[in-house]
């Protein structure tokens, strides 16, 4: 009877170490799989905001004002971008390059460019169709692209 009560007790030491074994594996799994969701999130890179802030008559011109907040990513020389202005009905109507750099590490600056010939209220979005230059830090065209998100606070929509 001891020695069956003796095995019973060794067994159950046996389990509680496997046991505690596999919850340890467990968290380490984990661990690694929250490590590998950083460093993909790392390679990506922090969102690089882009928002159509103001839409303004200037003379035959519509000035564009456009905040680019680069408040969690490294510093970039230069962010050029293509964009396409549409009318309200939504036919393509003018192109503009423009150059939104350089934006300095952790900050927020505002952007005034015109898009000629073309009145805002007749603009009903602009479509920010490629990164045309990306260059500071590890960054090139496809990484800036995938950390651009766009908002607007204008009438118009503004999207990639």
């Known amino acids: 009877m001891q020695a069956a009560g003796g095995m019973m007790r060794g067994f159950a030491v046996v389990a509680g170490i496997v046991l505690a074994g596999a919850w340890a594996m467990t968290g380490a799994v984990a661990q690694d799989g929250a490590a590998r969701e950083t460093a993909k999130d790392s390679a990506k890179g922090a969102p690089l905001k ?17 905040l680019v907040d680069n408040g969690h990513g490294p510093a970039l020389k230069s962010l050029k971008v ?6 309200t009905e939504g036919v393509a109507q003018k192109r503009l390059a423009v150059e939104l750099g350089p934006v300095q590490e952790k900050k927020t600056v505002v952007r005034l460019f015109d898009f000629a010939g073309l009145s805002c209220p007749k603009i009903g979005r602009i479509l920010l169709n490629d990164v045309l230059a990306c260059e500071g830090g590890e960054a090139s065209r496809e990484t800036c692209l995938e950390r651009i998100e766009t908002a607007t606070k204008t009438p118009a929509a503004f999207d990639r």
Do not use: V
Not at 50 to 61: F, K, Q, T
Not at 82 to 87: G, K, N, Q, V
């Open 50 to 66: 882009i928002e159509l802030n103001r839409l303004e008559p200037a003379g035959e011109a519509c000035r564009t004002y456009m």
């Open 82 to 87: 293509d964009l396409f202005a549409f009318d």
